[in-house]
């Protein structure tokens, strides 16, 4: 058993002991590269996020993840000895922690190339065509044939250099997710049969986000020059949906109202960081409302 915001679980296809004892029986190796060793990928007490709970369950003992990047490395080596720990062991036994991506290329053995890199790094680092920005696009240019998962957001900064990314995987012509999962749900799927078959047009979409602000610790969700702030933090899942049911958003529609870090409604009794270390026009607004 391994454990996952305290509860204990086991995944099927890894209890079958003639499985788990000889991956190779149920096909190729499915090697994956991780970037980043933090709460999106190995999970935290914050929420459900663990993207590599979902690649244990989805590719079960086939899986074999080469490599761990992340410039932190206790980091990775923390949550490599849980993995080696748990029913999963298999799949971290051979893992090489990296500082970045390029160390992994040059080391690389043919035995290793990836079939997937899953990029859960902070936005800060990514989505950009900006040099040290441009994680997506260094990774397409030594691994042109894997294929990419990219958690949500897609960038932090300037739109322009956002897509800049896009057009770049586009013409690339890998496959490319991100993680805006809530559209996958078996109830989203539903309203929009529902909607297609019954031949409906979507007047209007209405969601609300509401965070539970002291049990988020990471400095840079708090500071707006690195995460962007909640809306494109947080709030993303929802304008995906918004979208998903609506249509793309008419940009100069758009009107927004919030409650800043210093207006009175805005000061918080409970913070899980030092923000005073934070500069003042980077701290995070405590309340968004939008429209378009």
Not at 205 to 214: D, L, Q, V
Not at 215 to 243: M, N, Y
Request: hydrophobic share 40%; glycine share 6%.
């Amino acid at each position: 058993m391994t454990t996952m915001l305290g509860v204990k679980y086991v995944i099927p296809s890894w209890t079958d002991s003639s499985q788990s004892a000889n991956p190779g029986s149920l096909g190729d190796p499915f090697n994956v590269v991780v970037i980043g060793a933090g709460n999106v990928n190995f999970g935290s007490d914050e929420g459900p996020w663990n993207h590599s709970y979902r690649l244990e369950q989805k590719i079960g003992p086939r899986l074999k993840i080469v490599a761990l990047v992340d410039p932190v490395f206790e980091r990775a080596a923390d949550v490599l000895q849980k993995k080696r720990a748990s029913f999963v062991e298999s799949a971290y036994r051979d893992t090489v922690m990296y500082k970045t991506i390029h160390e992994f290329a040059s080391a690389m053995k043919p035995d290793q190339k990836p079939k997937l890199i899953l990029i859960g790094c902070p936005s800060a680092y990514r989505g950009s065509d900006e040099p040290g920005r441009d994680l997506e696009i260094q990774v397409m240019k030594l691994f042109p044939n894997s294929a990419l998962f990219v958690e949500k957001p897609v960038a932090s900064f300037e739109v322009s250099r956002a897509f800049a990314v896009a057009n770049a995987i586009n013409q690339s012509g890998v496959t490319c997710s991100v993680g805006y999962m809530l559209r996958y749900l078996k109830a989203v799927q539903m309203m929009k049969k529902i909607i297609r078959d019954n031949q409906l047009t979507v007047m209007a979409t209405i969601a609300r986000y509401a965070c539970a602000y002291e049990a988020i610790v990471k400095p840079l969700w708090w500071d707006k020059e690195l995460s962007g702030g909640p809306v494109i933090e947080q709030g993303t899942h929802f304008c995906d949906l918004s979208r998903y049911f609506g249509g793309d958003v008419d940009i100069p529609t758009v009107q927004a109202h919030s409650v800043q870090w210093n207006e009175a409604p805005g000061k918080l009794s409970k913070i899980g960081v030092d923000e005073s270390k934070i500069p003042a026009e980077n701290r995070i607004p405590r309340v968004t409302s939008a429209n378009w």
